[in-house]
Antibody, heavy 117, light 109 residues
Framework: QVNLEESGGGVVQPGRSLRLSCAASEDTYSGYVMHWIRQAPGKGLEWVAMIPSDDRPEKYADSVRGRFTISRDNSKNTVYLQMNSLRPEDSGIYYC??????????WGHGTLVSVST | QSALTQPPSASGSPGQSVTISCTGTSSDVGGYNYVSWYQQLPGKAPKVLIYEDYQRLSGVPDRFSGSKSGNTASLTVSGLQAEDEADYYCSSYAGNKILFGGGTALTVL
């Protein structure tokens, strides 16, 4: 059974930081590329970042490169998204998903981030 | 403006077929065999229907099918059912990133 559970969302002021976590079951995590995708309120989907299961480099959307960092802890089957210098336009639901380098397969239920004064 | 272009809405009656298009460029849709299609029910997380242009994810009804011609990919839903009413998104690998379409709201009349 696919199990991806995001956490760490909340309300934060512009310019501050937040770290999201995505805990996965072993069979949902091991060997998979892990992705973060976000959805602004009432808007469409935007791919944010991905991290391979091996030593290949992670990749980022232009809109977050230099501010967000994706990482993974294989001992905990968990992927993280460190978000710094947050902006109001970063608000939305953040989903984690597994898949390959070029696509996603299974998604979590998401965690809500709101960047506001 | 989204990188991939989808019609904002589509509709069909129960039992009919409807096709949703997703237009990109030779740098994304037309350049790789990595178009995916997603269904998002109201208030729910997106669910992958199709990946690698036409591969149906396990458990997805065969009423859903994907195809591609040049820079345009298509999702066809055959034998429309009431529970198919949802938002549908396409995505494509685009070299070091993944692009999404703006989404299509499918209404079952």
């Amino acid at each position: 059974q696919v199990n991806l559970e995001e956490s760490g969302g909340g309300v934060v002021q512009p310019g501050r930081s937040l770290r999201l976590s995505c805990a996965a079951s072993e069979d949902t995590y091991s060997g998979y590329v892990m992705h973060w995708i976000r959805q602004a309120p009432g808007k469409g989907l935007e791919w944010v970042a991905m991290i391979p299961s091996d030593d290949r480099p992670e990749k980022y959307a232009d809109s977050v490169r230099g501010r967000f960092t994706i990482s993974r802890d294989n001992s905990k089957n968990t992927v993280y998204l460190q978000m710094n210098s947050l902006r109001p336009e970063d608000s939305g639901i953040y989903y984690c998903a597994n898949g390959g380098s070029f696509y996603t397969l299974f998604w979590g239920h998401g965690t809500l981030v709101s960047v506001s004064t | 403006q989204s990188a991939l272009t989808q019609p904002p809405s589509a509709s069909g009656s129960p039992g009919q077929s409807v096709t949703i298009s997703c237009t990109g460029t030779s740098s994304d849709v037309g350049g790789y065999n990595y178009v995916s299609w997603y269904q998002q029910l109201p208030g729910k997380a997106p669910k992958v229907l199709i990946y690698e242009d036409y591969q149906r994810l396990s458990g997805v009804p065969d009423r859903f099918s994907g195809s591609k011609s040049g820079n345009t990919a298509s999702l066809t839903v055959s034998g429309l059912q009431a529970e198919d009413e949802a938002d549908y998104y396409c995505s494509s690998y685009a070299g070091n990133k993944i692009l999404f379409g703006g989404g299509t709201a499918l209404t079952v009349l």
